[in-house]
């Protein structure tokens, strides 16, 4: 069979696929058109506006609030994993913490805005919009949980826990750079799964939660927190991150 007899056979054979798709009703919509998410002023402004205010309000009413008052306190009651944590707090990891915090955060924003190469701006808006909900709602539910526990810094703990004595000293667990963190790694993967192009951005979802990761453990290193408060931040951070882009509605 000769060369020029293959490729004729091969491109009849094209022809007539693309004129079956082109005659098909539904050959227009082999392409799946790129998921939207749907953002109202209700509920998603209202739960935005909401998780905003329950933050604000243990920031500017601290004092105000529960928070532990001892100073020193015993470490009788500590947990055996948390004990080796006890101590003044160390400088350089806590600021090496806030680095990482906030690579985390920007990197999973740029991240999400560079996953829709060529797609109209309101799309990314779109998701955007659902990473901020989610990483609002995790920072509201920590600020009240440390509120709930009062529970006191490693600081509190040892010989020099009246250089400790601030509400926020009084207030570990769980711990927010944390649960942030995590929250937002875990909404980056979840709005990417939801639409579906998880897969082709293993390396960056990776990439966010080791940063979360080394977030907390700078945060235990540091002294900032007891490694139980970190458990429950990572754990905390990724059911909101995850649920919430997985709770919004997506366009038709």
Same mark, same amino acid.
């Given at each position: ?50 998780? @905003? ?10 004092? !105000? ?76 539910? @920590? ?21 400790? @004595? ?56 540091? !002294? ?29």
């Amino acid at each position: 069979m000769s060369m020029s007899f293959i490729k004729l056979r091969r491109a009849l054979a094209a022809g007539f696929v693309a004129l079956l798709a082109a005659a098909h009703p539904l050959g227009a919509q082999q392409v799946p058109a790129p998921l939207r998410f749907e953002i109202h002023p209700w509920p998603d402004a209202a739960v935005l506006g909401a998780a @905003t205010v329950a933050t604000l309000v243990p920031e500017l009413f601290r004092s !105000r609030l529960s928070h532990a008052t001892c100073a020193p306190c015993s470490p009788a009651g500590l947990w055996g994993i948390d004990r080796g944590t006890v101590g003044p707090v160390r400088t350089v990891p806590a600021r090496m913490s806030d680095v990482a915090f906030a690579g985390a955060a920007a990197g999973s924003v740029m991240l999400l805005l560079r996953s829709r190469p060529g797609e109209i701006a309101a799309a990314r808006r779109e998701d955007f919009a659902v990473l901020s909900e989610a990483m609002t709602v995790t920072a509201a539910v @920590t600020d009240w949980m440390k509120v709930l526990v009062h529970r006191p810094r490693p600081g509190r703990y040892s010989s020099a826990a009246l250089d400790y @004595t601030s509400p926020g000293n009084g207030l570990s667990f769980p711990s927010g750079h944390t649960s942030q963190a995590f929250a937002a790694a875990a909404a980056y993967a979840s709005i990417l799964h939801r639409r579906g192009v998880s897969g082709r951005h293993r390396t960056e979802i990776a990439a966010l939660f080791t940063t979360a990761a080394v977030t907390g453990v700078l945060r235990v290193v540091a !002294r900032k927190h007891f490694p139980t408060d970190v458990v429950a931040g990572a754990v905390l951070g990724t059911v909101i991150g995850w649920t919430v882009p997985a709770l919004h509605r997506v366009a038709p």
